[in-house]
T-cell receptor, first 113, second 122 residues
Framework: QQQVKQSPQSLIVQKGGISIINCAYENTAFDYFPWYQQFPGKGPALLIAIRPDVSEKKEGRFTISFNKSAKQFSLHIMDSQPGDSATYFCAASNAGNNRKLIWGLGTSLAVNP | GAVVSQHPSRVICKSGTSVKIECRSLDFQATTMFWYRQFPKQSLMLMATSNEGSKATYEQGVEKDKFLINHASLTLSTLTVTSAHPEDSSFYIC??????????????????FGPGTRLTVL
């Protein structure tokens, strides 16, 4: 059972456009929702994270929107650039289990120049 | 800050040999370290959770005698793939958990990842 469902599986966006990736979760005990960016052959890098006490968090061109009642959160990449082309993973965790991350299946983003 | 290193970055070995991968948190002490395995174009699969000074907790289906984990200090964890076979070929990634009080009631609890180790077993 996939506890964190991520969509779409792949996404193609034109340079300057907005990339939107969505995730939904089941476990209401989750209280930490990070997004990671991964380039081929590299480890994931923390991009931005949110806790459920806020509905939105923005860092530069990256914004997380969080809807607690719908149990959904999304990543918006504004003014998408070719250098943003990577795989993006959403994840979720709660205070138990050493904060083990439960991962989405990933979204492969390609930004065309 | 929050840099995690892995060594080696890639290793090629013959079937039947053992391979050790090191994971170090360079500028912080990690409460917990995690070991993942990732197949091409797939998500990360957690193999085990490692706390300094105690036995690792393995995920269901992961052979603890096959994948030996030692967490000797708050900055070093090692994964040894014993008697490696071609099906063990994969991308292995570690992460280190940092918990930090940041003042004014703020609290950080985040995982930072190493660059990964590409293991190829011939």
């Amino acid at each position: 059972q996939q506890q964190v469902k991520q969509s779409p599986q792949s996404l193609i966006v034109q340079k300057g456009g907005i990339s939107i990736i969505n995730c939904a979760y089941e476990n209401t005990a989750f209280d930490y929702f990070p997004w990671y960016q991964q380039f081929p052959g590299k480890g994931p890098a923390l991009l931005i994270a949110i806790r459920p006490d806020v509905s939105e968090k923005k860092e530069g061109r990256f914004t997380i929107s969080f809807n607690k009642s719908a149990k959904q959160f999304s990543l918006h990449i504004m003014d998408s650039q070719p250098g943003d082309s990577a795989t993006y993973f959403c994840a979720a965790s709660n205070a138990g289990n050493n904060r083990k991350l439960i991962w989405g299946l990933g979204t492969s983003l390609a930004v065309n120049p | 800050g929050a840099v995690v290193s892995q060594h080696p970055s890639r290793v090629i070995c013959k079937s039947g040999t053992s391979v050790k991968i090191e994971c170090r948190s360079l500028d912080f002490q990690a409460t917990t370290m995690f070991w993942y395995r990732q197949f091409p174009k797939q998500s990360l699969m957690l193999m085990a959770t490692s706390n300094e000074g105690s036995k690792a907790t393995y995920e269901q289906g992961v052979e603890k005698d096959k994948f030996l984990i030692n967490h000797a200090s708050l900055t070093l964890s090692t994964l040894t793939v014993t008697s490696a076979h071609p099906e063990d070929s994969s991308f292995y990634i570690c992460s280190a958990r940092i918990e930090r009080e940041r003042g004014a009631g703020a609290y950080t609890d985040t995982q930072y990842f190493g660059p990964g180790t590409r293991l190829t077993v011939l």
